[in-house]
């Protein structure tokens, strides 16, 4: 069974830098290809090898191999040439999908996630963001309940086997990636209500944000698209206390059932790798906060906590 170290190390999989051995950060980041965007010296994405050369890249991008930078370019002559940024990243997935330049890329759906960081308001449909690495965000609600006797009881979700990423893994009661123009509680109340039938005056009026968690992870074949894509991640974290009357059962295809389980059983299951490698840390951050984990009975409790809240390599603010 794993620690609970080992448990994070699995979300967050990226090396960190070292004062004094530098070498698994260096070579873990020479190959990798920054992404910008126009009238912006900041960097808002990491590509991989692999995706430079498969990706179709039209005009309205600009590659510098001696540097390894993709820039997106502005367009001349367009009054919106930030609404022309939006359709040169559409125009160029259309035609990656069109000549299969990537066959584990999702269908194109109507969702889309903002370039986290960007001066401008810019998204990328949600299938592709792991191409371009750049920082997903998502919202996670844990939702308890307590028995008679007070002890803590977790509904947890079992995703259902046909889901293309982590298919039958367990993950958070409410989970899912904050769309453009969308805020993370916003968030919540749109997951809870088609993946949980919560009522939304229950989620407005008892559910109680908790920070964020965040980590570097380097995606493997459970993650359903592309290998070795990079996934920085930030989730914006909630708890829900829900009385003993409450009863959840699977709303739509994504979920094939809901379980009650014990801090003993959760904690089991993150150890025997049954999670969604970011919900068992949001789980983990969980325990943390609730003191069932503390630094009197775990010996790397300071580097589980920091390990939580990794630094990310770009700007999640257009505010610098």
Known sequence: MRSNLEIIQECDNF????????EAYTK????LWLFFLPDDPEPHGFLIQSVIDRMPWTSSFRLDPHRKEVHLLKAEGRK???????????????????????????????????????????GIERSAMSLFGIVG?????????????????????RRNANKST????????????????????????????????????VVMRDSV????????NVSDEKAGGEVGLMNPGVLYVYDLEVGPEVVFKPVDDDIQSFHLMSVE????????????????????????????????DEG???????RLHRRLPFWLSPGR
Not at 138 to 157: E, L, Q
Not at 183 to 200: Q, V
Request: hydrophobic content about 45%.
């Open 137 to 157: 965000q998502g919202a996670h609600m844990t939702v308890y309940t307590r028995t008679s006797t007070g002890k803590m009881m977790f509904w947890i979700p």
């Open 166 to 201: 982590y298919p039958n893994m367990l993950d958070q009661a409410v989970a899912g990636g904050v769309a453009t123009g969308e805020t993370p509680f916003e968030c919540i109340l749109r997951e809870a209500g088609e993946e949980a039938a919560l009522d939304e005056e």
């Open 28 to 31: 873990a980041t020479a190959p």
């Open 80 to 122: 919106n040439w930030q609404a022309a940024c939006n359709e040169a990243i559409d125009e160029l997935l259309d035609l990656a999908r069109a000549q299969n330049a990537f066959p584990r890329l999702g269908r194109k759906r109507d969702e889309y996630f903002p370039i986290v960081g960007a001066k401008f308001d810019i």
């Open 300 to 306: 790397d409790y300071v580097e589980i906590v920091s």
């Open 15 to 22: 090396p960190y830098p070292d004062l004094t051995n530098n």
């Open 209 to 216: 944000a908790a920070g964020t968690v965040m980590w570097w």
């Open 265 to 296: 059983e959760v904690r089991d299951a993150m150890r025997n790798g049954e999670f969604k490698p970011s919900c068992a840390a949001v789980m983990m951050d969980f325990f943390v906060r609730h003191g069932f984990i503390t630094a009197e």
